[in-house]
C-alpha cells in the first residue's frame, strides 16, 4: 500500500502534468491569436517565464490568470526575436533544399541546429538574465546551449523519445504536450544554469522579501555573454 507520501508525491506530479498541459494550451491559444507571425513570440516569453519562476523560484500562480500578463510584458522585443529566428529559418531550409552542391547543404543542416539551440534558449535569456540588446541576448542562448552541451543532448534526446511514443501510441496527446515538454526540459537545464550564475541564496531571500505571489525571482547579474 502507498504511504502518505507517497500520494502526496503521485499528486504532485499529476498536478505537474496538467500544469504543462495547460500552459501548452495556453501557447497555442496565444500564437494562433497571432496569426503566428505575431503571437509566437509573446507567447513563448510567457511560457519560459512561467515555467523559469515555477522551476527555480516554485512560484505556481493560476497559468491563465499570469500567462496573458507575461504574453504583453515585452511584446515588442520577444515580436522582433521571434521574426530573426523565423527569418534566419526560412533562409537556412531554403539552403538546404536548393544548395547547389553535398557540402553546402551539410553546412545549413549545421546552421538549422544552431538555430534550433538559440530558439530553445532565448526566450529564457529574455526572462532571465540582465542583457539588453537582441545580439547579446542571441550570443547568451548560444553559449547557454553549447557550454551546457551535454544536458542540451541529453534533453533533445528525451524530447524526442517523448514525442515518438506519442506519435506512435497517443496521437492527441502530442497536440497537448506538443510544446509543453521541450519547453519543459529547457526550463530543467536553464534552471541549473541561472542558479549558478546567480548570487547564493538570493532566491531565497527573494522568497522570503516577496509581498505576493507575483514576486520576480532573482535576475543572475553575471555576464552571460558579455
Not at 506530479?13 to 491559444?29: D, G, K
Request: aromatic content about 12%; glycine content about 8%.
Amino acid at each position: 500500500m502507498f504511504s502518505f507520501e507517497g500520494f502526496v508525491r503521485i499528486n504532485t506530479f499529476l498536478t505537474s502534468v496538467y500544469r504543462v498541459a495547460f500552459l501548452n494550451l495556453l501557447w497555442l491559444v496565444t500564437t494562433v491569436g497571432g496569426l503566428v507571425v505575431v503571437g509566437v513570440g509573446p507567447a513563448s516569453y510567457a511560457l519560459a517565464k512561467y515555467l523559469d519562476r515555477w522551476l527555480r523560484a516554485g512560484e505556481t500562480p493560476p497559468p491563465a490568470r499570469v500567462f496573458w500578463k507575461y504574453a504583453r510584458e515585452q511584446a515588442g522585443r520577444s515580436i522582433l526575436v521571434s521574426w530573426i529566428l523565423l527569418a534566419a529559418g526560412a533562409v537556412i531550409v531554403t539552403n538546404v533544399f536548393l544548395a547547389s552542391t553535398w557540402y553546402l547543404q551539410i553546412l545549413n543542416v549545421g546552421a538549422l541546429v544552431v538555430l534550433a539551440i538559440t530558439t530553445a534558449y532565448v526566450y529564457p535569456v529574455l526572462v532571465a538574465t540582465d542583457l539588453t540588446t537582441i545580439p547579446r541576448q542571441l550570443g547568451g542562448a548560444l553559449l547557454i546551449g553549447f557550454g551546457s552541451l551535454h544536458w542540451t543532448v541529453l534533453g533533445a534526446t528525451l524530447v524526442g523519445a517523448a514525442w515518438w511514443l506519442l506519435w506512435q501510441f497517443a496521437l492527441p496527446l502530442l497536440v497537448l504536450f506538443g510544446v509543453g515538454i521541450p519547453a519543459f526540459a529547457v526550463g530543467l537545464v536553464t534552471r541549473a544554469v541561472f542558479r549558478g550564475l546567480a548570487p547564493d541564496d538570493a532566491l531565497d531571500e527573494e522568497a522570503d522579501d516577496a509581498p505576493d505571489e507575483e514576486a520576480e525571482p532573482a535576475v543572475p547579474r553575471t555576464a552571460v555573454a558579455r
